[in-house]
């Protein structure tokens, strides 16, 4: 590895990063403040968790709902507010490609890589939403500086290397549990390259191994006390053997690595790594950084093979990926490549921006299906809120419950003031199967107690008839429907419940017992 100059000295490279990233980030800022769009159902779910800090919460770390409690804290609970760290995080993650890209191949390729990694489809979408891939990004990213770092240090500059490392790992597994892949490159690296094995003293090893413990520990012990309930969470999303092999998953889940990653970028490693192959050498840092690329690659093609997986799964590998392959762009004097590489995706970034500010642009471009989650989500709580008002004016209610986990958080965020008024019914979630699936069916159940006059929402006609039934009666119903744009609408269903006993549920799959 050829070192660069010092991380921390200015210069014209770092300049202009710094310019860069700024840049970008404005814009990202102003249009998470002047976006229409609503909250996403999981990002109301994570400003509810942020109300009740805590080391850990049902289906992911604690970091996303530590970071929307900072930023609401200073500003209030608006949307923008909520969002606003997912920019910021992805500010520091520029700077670390940069850092690393420096570190490993010097200021020109850098800086191509820190924009290529600020520019990724991917990297627009994770800055306008607020959602762990952010974070986990931000310090994976401080994470692979500090091991880079490692290979060359001594002394007393080792150990602190080392403490960096632990500490930025166990931030970055407080950010979502596919930091593993973080862990699988590490070991990759040590077994295939003995300059890395000799880069770790036994005292450097130990204190990273004991800062990396002492971060993730508070988390770790919250687990234990919960059942470890968001590693059996994450372990149930594989979905292992419930829906059978599908052999053209790895296919479409490497095609959309191209949409996510960016068509040049994505198409420029699989080159790289055919030429790697045919010549059979690698640089060194090409070796450290392929050892943290392909393993979040590879696992989840696997995984789409055995059940499904999303697009993002592998976004362990967006960091490190965007440094080698700017660094190999610049090996191959590809400027054209290079070029097109950055105007395709500066396209792309403008047009996210532009969707955000304007969503009617995204509608115009046939995207409006992938914006009917984050609207009609205030107009579907007024809807509630009315016919709650109106009930318990005339009869009163004990409760409103929902069945839906999008439902029950959307209406906890955009009905807070509502649900926390004195007097009005506690939102609560009614349970399909007889164990909890989510932190609002742990946290918030509807139970007998609670269950003398509900109104019931329904989202979608999901398990309409299994929800009725575990009421003695049904004394009114009412089906309505939330515009989204043109071609989408929202159903929900309302009735009021009188009676809540719940049936029986199958112990086996959880589900109610036939009447």
Partial sequence: MARAASLTRPDSDWSAALLLTAGLTLA??????????????????????????????????????????????????????????APLFQAGATLAVFALGRRL???????????????????????AVMATDAPLLFFLGLTLVAYAELQTAAGGARLAWAAGLGAALGLAFLSKYAAVYAVIGVALHLILSREARRAWAPGAA?????????????????????????????????????????????????????????????????????LAARRRALAKSDLMLLCFILPPILIVAGQAFLSRANANWSGASYLPGAVLVAAWLVRWRARRWLSAAVATQAALAAFVILALVQPRAADAMGASNSLKRVRGWSETTRLVIDRAQAVQANGGLTAVAVNDRFLYDTLAYYGRDYFGRPGAPPLTYWLLTAAPQNQAEMSAPLTPALGGRVLGVIYEGFHRREMLADFAAVTWREIDHIGLDRKHQRRIDLFIGEGYVPRPRDPVSGLPKPS
């Fill in 206 to 274: 130990v204190i990273a191994l004991v800062v990396f413990a002492l971060v993730l520990a508070p988390n770790l012990a919250w687990n234990a006390s919960h059942g470890f309930a968001t590693l059996h969470h994450t372990a149930a999303n594989a979905a292992w053997g419930q829906r059978g092999v599908n052999p053209l998953g790895p296919l479409a889940f490497l095609a959309s690595q191209f949409a996510v990653f960016g068509p040049v970028p994505f198409g420029a490693l699989i080159a790289g790594l055919g």
């Fill in 28 to 85: 990202r800022v102003v249009a998470l403040f002047r976006t229409p769009l609503e909250l996403y159902p999981d990002e109301a779910q994570y400003w509810l968790w942020s109300r009740t800090l805590d080391f850990g919460y049902y289906s992911k770390p604690p970091m996303i709902a530590w970071a929307i409690w900072a930023t609401t804290a200073v500003g209030g609970d608006a949307e923008a507010w909520v969002r606003l760290a």
């Fill in 105 to 127: 191949y010097g200021g020109g390729a850098a800086f191509a890589a820190a924009g290529l990694y600020a520019l990724m489809p991917a990297v627009q979408i994770s800055s």
